[in-house]
């Protein structure tokens, strides 16, 4: 109970000492929970509590939503489809996504750069119609045909939306369906999306992600053809791009990205061309701030309210290891940092110098520009040392509560930020997590 509540303290020390950005975290990813969607997520396994009528068990749209972790999985060092120098997995875009219900009105969800659907949706024409206005405005949009039923009838085929006339929002007119039957999935090319990396390889390879699947047929009018069907090795392009798995279609400023199957996502058969859509997606979505490191560190980052620059909180949720981390910014990278075992820890950017504090009991109070210097000066609750960085191509003078560096391109050096209270201001006591030797009787009866 002691340490519980010492770490209470010091939570509530934190909350009185630092002054979070308004505003919230960025939030570039965006999962939008469907219309009608009822999964139950807790010890109940029945869509929407119907556990009178198996029809209402939990199935592949509702264990859609166990996929989310993913984001926040590292991939393994051998996952051949990891392309690139660097292996952005483990965390979603700044850190976050958000659950977006399909409901919320056109300038919510144009907050978000990428909408994924992935669990039941039965959609309306006014839903249809707003998620033409988001892609039409420049937003990404990735969902299945499934997403595109008109019906609310579990169990059966999806009746879709427009007879299946999806021409102009994702590029495609469905005419049918082929049988369920074992096959596999080869990519032939990549996104027009700068950073969507998928694993295009020559056709003539064998097909990945094998499952019992239900593609469509259907007749292409804007959509391009990213990957496709097969059985065996040794096709050509022209027969595999006539037998589409996902297409995109570009629409005004954004982009479409559909899975042409019957089957929901989270469905067995799917489920492994799912969960590489989804590292695609959650890597193409990276911003210009990112974190290299274990999966078990967690990140947000929060703008300052002044727009001098960012505030970056890092969680170790290891509760054994400390863990090293590099932040990458606009293309270049820090030096490795350790965040301590079961810490949380803050880091400013402002452009391209990074201000890391030993201890996180600090407050921003000045940010300013002068002569060609940074000046900044914190409030600290104990004396302590800052690491300063310029990741930028020129040196940068750094001053900081009357220190100074003059830090050359890449340089590193470490400045001494002493004890500052402001006026008026509580929580500063270096000994505030400390709690006072307890003289009273205590009931062994109880935990206190």
Same mark, same amino acid.
């Given at each position: 109970?002691?340490?519980?509540?010492?770490?209470?303290?010091?939570?509530?020390?934190?909350?009185?000492?630092?002054?979070?950005?308004?505003?919230?975290?960025?939030?570039?990813?965006?999962?939008?929970?469907?219309?009608?969607?009822?999964?139950?997520?807790?010890?109940?396994?029945?869509?929407?509590?119907?556990?009178?009528?198996?029809?209402?068990?939990?199935?592949?749209?509702?264990?859609?939503?166990?996929?989310?972790?993913?984001?926040?999985?590292?991939?393994?060092?051998?996952?051949?489809?990891?392309?690139?120098?660097?292996?952005?997995?483990?965390?979603?875009?700044?850190?976050?996504?958000?659950?977006?219900?399909?409901? !919320? &009105?056109?300038?919510?969800? +144009?907050?978000?750069?990428?909408?994924?659907? /992935? *669990?039941?949706? @039965?959609?309306?024409?006014?839903?249809?119609?707003?998620?033409?206005?988001?892609?039409?405005?420049?937003?990404?949009?990735?969902?299945?045909?499934?997403?595109?039923?008109?019906?609310?009838?579990?169990?059966?085929?999806?009746?879709?939306?427009?007879?299946?006339?999806?021409?102009?929002?994702?590029?495609?007119?469905?005419?049918?369906?082929?049988?369920?039957?074992?096959?596999?999935?080869?990519?032939?090319?990549?996104?027009?999306?700068?950073?969507?990396?998928?694993?295009?390889?020559?056709?003539?390879?064998?097909?990945?992600?094998?499952?019992?699947?239900?593609?469509?047929?259907?007749?292409?009018?804007?959509?391009?053809?990213?990957?496709?069907?097969?059985?065996?090795?040794?096709?050509? !392009? &022209?027969?595999?791009?006539? +037998?589409?798995?996902?297409?995109?279609?570009? /629409? *005004?400023?954004? @982009?479409?990205?559909?899975?042409?199957?019957?089957?929901?996502?989270?469905?067995?058969?799917?489920?492994?061309?799912?969960?590489?859509?989804?590292?695609?997606?959650?890597?193409?979505?990276?911003?210009?701030?990112?974190?290299?490191?274990?999966?078990?560190?967690?990140?947000?980052?929060?703008?300052?309210?002044?727009?001098?620059?960012?505030?970056?909180?890092?969680?170790?949720?290891?509760?054994?290891?400390?863990?090293?981390?590099?932040?990458?910014?606009?293309?270049?990278?820090?030096?490795?940092?350790?965040?301590?075992?079961?810490?949380?820890?803050?880091?400013?950017?402002?452009?391209?110098?990074?201000?890391?504090?030993?201890?996180?009991?600090?407050?921003?109070?000045?940010?300013?520009?002068? &002569?060609?210097?940074?000046?900044?000066?914190?409030?600290?609750?104990?004396?302590?040392?800052?690491?300063?960085?310029?990741?930028?191509?020129?040196?940068?003078?750094?001053?900081?509560?009357?220190?100074?560096?003059?830090?050359?391109?890449?340089?590193?050096?470490?400045?001494?930020?002493?004890?500052?209270?402001?006026?008026?201001?509580?929580?500063?006591?270096?000994?505030?997590?400390?709690?006072?030797?307890?003289?009273?009787?205590?009931?062994?009866?109880?935990?206190?």
């Amino acid at each position: 109970m002691l340490t519980a509540r010492r770490i209470l303290r010091e939570a509530y020390q934190f909350s009185l000492v630092h002054r979070r950005a308004a505003g919230g975290p960025r939030v570039s990813l965006g999962v939008l929970s469907g219309h009608g969607d009822g999964a139950p997520g807790l010890w109940n396994p029945w869509a929407w509590g119907q556990f009178h009528d198996r029809k209402w068990l939990a199935g592949p749209p509702e264990r859609a939503w166990e996929l989310l972790d993913g984001f926040h999985r590292r991939e393994d060092w051998s996952t051949y489809t990891v392309q690139g120098e660097r292996d952005w997995s483990g965390n979603p875009p700044y850190g976050q996504y958000d659950v977006v219900p399909i409901e !919320a &009105d056109l300038a919510t969800l +144009q907050r978000y750069s990428s909408l994924v659907l /992935l *669990g039941w949706n @039965t959609m309306t024409e006014e839903l249809y119609e707003k998620l033409k206005a988001y892609v039409e405005g420049g937003g990404h949009l990735i969902l299945s045909l499934p997403h595109l039923r008109g019906d609310a009838v579990r169990g059966g085929e999806p009746q879709l939306l427009r007879d299946g006339d999806f021409s102009d929002l994702c590029g495609v007119k469905v005419t049918g369906w082929l049988e369920t039957s074992v096959r596999g999935v080869k990519f032939l090319e990549h996104s027009s999306l700068p950073g969507y990396r998928l694993p295009v390889a020559d056709v003539g390879c064998d097909p990945r992600f094998m499952g019992s699947f239900t593609p469509a047929t259907l007749e292409l009018t804007t959509a391009r053809v990213l990957a496709g069907h097969d059985v065996l090795f040794g096709a050509d !392009a &022209d027969q595999i791009a006539a +037998q589409p798995v996902l297409v995109e279609n570009r /629409l *005004g400023e954004g @982009t479409v990205l559909l899975v042409t199957l019957l089957e929901y996502p989270a469905d067995d058969a799917v489920i492994g061309l799912t969960r590489e859509l989804l590292r695609v997606i959650s890597s193409g979505e990276q911003g210009d701030l990112r974190l290299l490191g274990s999966d078990r560190v967690r990140y947000a980052v929060y703008d300052l309210d002044d727009g001098a620059g960012q505030v970056i909180y890092l969680l170790n949720t290891d509760p054994d290891c400390s863990a090293p981390v590099r932040l990458w910014v606009e293309g270049r990278e820090t030096a490795e940092f350790l965040v301590p075992a079961n810490e949380f820890a803050v880091v400013y950017r402002f452009g391209s110098v990074v201000v890391m504090p030993l201890d996180r009991r600090v407050d921003l109070a000045r940010c300013e520009q002068q &002569d060609g210097a940074l000046e900044l000066e914190f409030s600290s609750v104990i004396s302590q040392e800052v690491g300063v960085e310029n990741l930028g191509p020129r040196t940068v003078t750094v001053r900081l509560n009357g220190s100074a560096a003059e830090l050359p391109a890449g340089a590193v050096a470490h400045l001494a930020l002493p004890r500052g209270v402001p006026d008026g201001t509580v929580g500063y006591e270096p000994d505030f997590a400390e709690e006072p030797a307890y003289d009273g009787e205590i009931d062994a009866r109880t935990a206190y």
